[in-house]
Antibody, heavy 120, light 108 residues
Framework: QLQLQESGPGLVKPSETLSLTCTVS??????????WGWIRQPPGKGLEWIGS???????YDNPSLKSRVTISVDTSKNQFSLKLSSVTAADTAVYYC????????????WGQGTLVTVSS | EIVMTQSPATLSVSPGERATLSCRAS??????LAWYQQRPGQAPRLLIY???TRATGIPARFSGSGSGTQFTLTISSLQSEDFAVYYC??????????FGQGTKLEIK
């Protein structure tokens, strides 16, 4: 059974780049037809899909984030990563990683989430 | 972008009673809709996919219905652990997804 765990700095300065990693256990990140995604939730607000990477390496991101998103995979560490550039206070949120499948395109399971605060 | 709108924003219901939550899509998403439950301090948990299929381990008191642009999540007899926030999500144009803004189900 797949399990996901986010990690990374909890505090990022404005204008810098937010970097998070999601470690996958219970299965290979290279397995066919899987998508690996990031979702965020500002304090007290709803969920926003950030982007996903397919096992083949193709990436997809939310146009509202104006090309600030980079998602990559490190198969040697069974991890995938998120970089969000030029952050502002509006990027303060709990960031979740989650997985979906080509034939089962809903998110399941999710990581526990990690809070990232953007502040000087 | 497909916009998902949930109503009401907050629903107050007594334990043991039925709760009905609504989700509307700005254009048809067929049956490509999921529901998630989020308890305080926890990650969302998949409840329903395909608009009406319960995920593994989800109790039978949870049911989903609808297709096209109108969807409903019904909880038949509320238990204490069901008081949480519920989100709908369309995956009709995956891998680009959108969520509703959530419905908070609170104890009356």
């Amino acid at each position: 059974q797949l399990q996901l765990q986010e990690s990374g700095p909890g505090l990022v300065k404005p204008s810098e780049t937010l970097s998070l990693t999601c470690t996958v256990s219970g299965g290979s990140i290279s397995r066919s037809s899987y998508y690996w995604g990031w979702i965020r939730q500002p304090p007290g607000k709803g969920l926003e899909w950030i982007g996903s990477i397919y096992y083949s390496g193709n990436t997809y991101d939310n146009p509202s984030l104006k090309s600030r998103v980079t998602i990559s995979v490190d198969t040697s560490k069974n991890q995938f990563s998120l970089k969000l550039s030029s952050v502002t206070a509006a990027d303060t949120a709990v960031y979740y990683c989650a997985t979906s499948h080509h034939d089962f395109p809903w998110f399941d399971p999710w990581g526990q989430g990690t809070l990232v605060t953007v502040s000087s | 972008e497909i916009v998902m709108t949930q109503s009401p924003a907050t629903l107050s219901v007594s334990p043991g009673e039925r709760a009905t939550l609504s989700c509307r899509a700005s254009q048809s998403v067929s049956s490509n809709l999921a529901w998630y439950q989020q308890r305080p301090g926890q990650a969302p948990r998949l409840l329903i996919y395909g608009a009406s299929t319960r995920a593994t381990g989800i109790p039978a008191r949870f049911s989903g219905s609808g297709s096209g642009t109108q969807f409903t999540l019904t909880i038949s007899s509320l238990q204490s652990e069901d008081f949480a926030v519920y989100y709908c999500q369309q995956y009709n144009n995956w891998p680009r997804y959108t969520f509703g803004q959530g419905t908070k189900l609170e104890i009356k």
